[in-house]
């Protein structure tokens, strides 16, 4: 097995060189062309004294260049940082300032948006343009072309590199406060790449579509998971869900990967029969996907796997439910990834029983190498395993995810809700999910996200932000009569609050339920009833 990220594409390059590696538009990279820019990016990096261990800052949509500067990184020993394209120029100048990053990749448009928050930026020194040509040095940055950077091609020098060295950092939004830096060494990496290609069944045949964003760990694993097989990878921007389906019957896309959001979206739209009949299996992370999305789903790709997944970046990837379980199972996140073990705890450190609410407890290779540079918080999250034999003399470190789950008598595990997400209210602890699933189930809305709002009298009183379904207007009476006849009296929203041309998202495509929140944050203010 490949130990180092950029071995995957090495390795392939030796077994199948004329295969295709990566499709973008009307163009193809084979594994020998994807290898030879590789290695040509790496050169060129360690042309500038890249110091093993330096980061390199990616601030590009999906592009083969964006690629190639992944890879390259890893293979000149330096360490990559996926920043999301959406992001302003004082987001992006903040994870380039709080990692040190000393190179960064993006297009002419984007530098010059960003020129002057970069002034804070005091570690950086050469900015490599994929659209631009050699200039002068611009407030105190070496300005480089990205093909005159690789135009002395080679093969980078070995610098040492091992498994447990850091490899990338993923930048993840927290509940509170500034984005928070993933490490994730190489082993981490490849072994997520493995281990879902080996749950997926995936082989050299497969063609993946790249349609969610590099910076989320599920967005590059579509990268990984493909080279770990010598399968194709293609990537897509999309303006329109429209522009996924026609991509996915122009490459022949068997392996399609989205957010609840997005399925939300691609379910409502037409799929011609030879888009949909290619698909070999669909995935889902980031959320749990609504049942009617699913139902839906499964309609249009009558001859795919659906697979449900639960992951989170500080562990890549958790847990997944095999598509011979989800009618058995339509609730639950499934059993443990390949090389993985999940365990459930309780607050006195114990295993839980059947059913017992607990605590995810995530160990083995896929583990993360902490927050960067932010120890308090790494104390916090990444913590002594439990449940380890007495006599150890070091401790092995586990993630504790901060998500509430139960395990059935036969271990299948299913998901409550994130300590940070719990809505608190007269006394009782409600599942955000469990109310949106509910409300997705009513057929009454397209979209929808509850959150816990102060109130004086409840603690937190429930709203439901919601998007009208498609083709129809909202009905707020009949939605919370709905609600009433389904739920408890104590889970019933106080409030139905519609958006109007989609509820917000991060940068990953999830549900911005933060910014949700601080939008309505007074609405509970003076309830007294």
């Not at 120029?89 to 000393?102: E, T």
């Not at 996915?248 to 691609?266: E, M």
């Not at 509850?450 to 998007?467: F, K, M, N, P, S």
């Amino acid at each position: 097995m490949e130990y180092l990220l950029h071995r995957l594409v090495e390795r392939q390059a030796r077994r199948t060189p004329a295969n295709t590696a990566l499709g973008y538009r009307d163009e193809s990279l084979s594994y020998a062309q994807l290898l030879q820019a590789v290695h040509a990016f790496a050169a060129g990096l360690q042309g500038l004294d890249l110091s093993r261990g330096e980061r390199v800052a990616v601030f590009l949509p999906k592009l083969p260049q964006a690629v190639c500067s992944y890879f390259g990184t890893a293979a000149a020993g330096g360490v990559f940082v996926p920043v999301n394209p959406v992001l302003k120029p004082g987001q992006v100048s903040h994870i380039l300032r709080d990692c040190g990053v000393r190179v960064l990749v993006t297009q002419r448009a984007r530098w010059l948006l960003l020129r002057e928050a970069l002034r804070q930026c005091h570690d950086l020194r050469y900015v490599v343009l994929v659209d631009g040509e050699e200039e002068a040095a611009a407030n105190g940055l070496q300005m480089i072309s990205f093909a005159g950077l690789c135009a002395a091609g080679g093969v980078p020098a070995d610098r040492g590199v091992i498994d447990v060295d850091m490899a990338a950092i993923l930048y993840t939004s927290g509940s509170t406060g500034q984005p928070k830096g993933v490490v994730l060494s190489h082993r981490n990496l490849v072994a997520g790449a493995h281990s879902v290609a080996q749950y997926l069944n995936n082989t050299a045949d497969d063609r993946l579509l790249a349609a969610l964003p590099f910076s989320f760990d599920y967005g590059f694993s579509q990268l990984s998971t493909a080279f770990a097989v010598g399968a194709s990878c293609y990537l897509v921007e999309y303006l329109l869900p429209r522009d996924i389906v026609t991509a996915v019957g122009r490459y022949g896309i068997t392996g399609l990967a989205a957010v609840p959001p997005l399925w939300v979206q691609l379910a409502q739209v037409a799929w011609p029969a030879a888009a949909a009949d290619g698909l070999r299996y669909f995935t889902n992370s980031g959320g749990a996907m609504p049942s009617a999305t699913l139902a839906r789903l499964r309609t249009i790709f009558r001859h795919a796997s659906p697979y449900l997944m639960y992951g989170l970046t500080e562990a890549f990837r958790s847990s997944y439910l095999p598509p011979a379980e989800i009618d058995r199972r339509p609730q639950s996140i499934g059993k443990a990834i390949p090389g993985a073990e999940l365990l459930v705890i309780n607050e006195a450190g114990e295993a839980c029983a059947p059913h017992e609410p607990g605590e995810l407890v995530h160990r083995g290779s896929l583990v993360a190498m902490g927050y960067w540079g932010d120890p308090q918080r790494t104390a916090e999250r990444f913590r002594p395993a439990p449940l380890q034999p007495a006599g150890l003399a070091l401790e092995e470190i586990a993630v504790w995810s901060g998500d509430t789950v139960t395990r059935d008598e036969e271990g299948f595990l299913y998901f409550v809700g994130r300590r940070d997400d719990m809505i608190k209210t007269s006394g009782y602890r409600v599942s955000p999910v469990e109310l949106e699933e509910l409300i997705y189930r009513s057929g009454l809305v397209s979209e929808v996200a509850a959150i816990g709002l102060q109130h004086e009298r409840l603690g937190q009183g429930i709203a439901v932000v919601v998007t009208a379904a498609a083709g129809g207007g909202l009905d707020p009476a009949a939605l919370l009569d709905y609600c009433r006849q389904h739920l408890p009296a104590y889970m019933v929203p106080l409030a139905v609050l519609e958006e109007r041309g989609g509820l917000p998202r991060n940068p990953n495509g999830k549900l911005d339920r933060q910014a949700l929140a601080l939008r309505y944050v007074d609405l509970f203010r003076d309830a007294t009833a």
